[in-house]
Nanobody, 124 residues
Framework: QVQLVESGGGSVQPGGSLRLACEQS????????IAWFRQAPGKERQGIAAITTSDQTFYADSVKGRFTISQDNAKKTLYLQMNSLQPDDTAIYYC??????????????????WGQGTQVIVSS
């Protein structure tokens, strides 16, 4: 079982930056995938970035070139560096974990564990 806790959300002006973190509980999985999702007001939750055990990465077009997903050397903490934030990036951001599979996937249904989310607000 995996527990996920997001942090780093907040309020910023357009063009600003934030770095989100997702801390995992201790586990022994040899393969896994982790992804960031977000849900804006009145919209469906969408996947925006994914990373595998071997540090393969994938980004949705909406954030490509602005956001960077990574994990620390111990692979306990997942990060999302968000630059050039825009009002449309306002959402609750979630990290999600897929056990025993290392693949790049932004579909909600494949992920086994979810954090509670952290709010990001981008406005002037």
């Amino acid at each position: 079982q995996v527990q996920l806790v997001e942090s780093g959300g907040g309020s910023v002006q357009p063009g600003g930056s934030l770095r989100l973190a997702c801390e995992q509980s201790t586990h022994t999985y040899l393969s896994y995938s982790i992804a960031w999702f977000r849900q804006a007001p009145g919209k469906e939750r969408q996947g925006i970035a994914a990373i595998t055990t071997s540090d393969q990465t994938f980004y949705a077009d909406s954030v490509k070139g602005r956001f960077t997903i990574s994990q620390d050397n111990a692979k306990k903490t997942l990060y999302l560096q968000m630059n050039s934030l825009q009002p449309d990036d306002t959402a609750i951001y979630y990290c999600a974990f897929r056990a025993n599979v290392a693949s790049l996937n932004l579909e909600e249904a494949v992920y086994n564990y979810w954090g509670q989310g952290t709010q990001v607000i981008v406005s002037s």
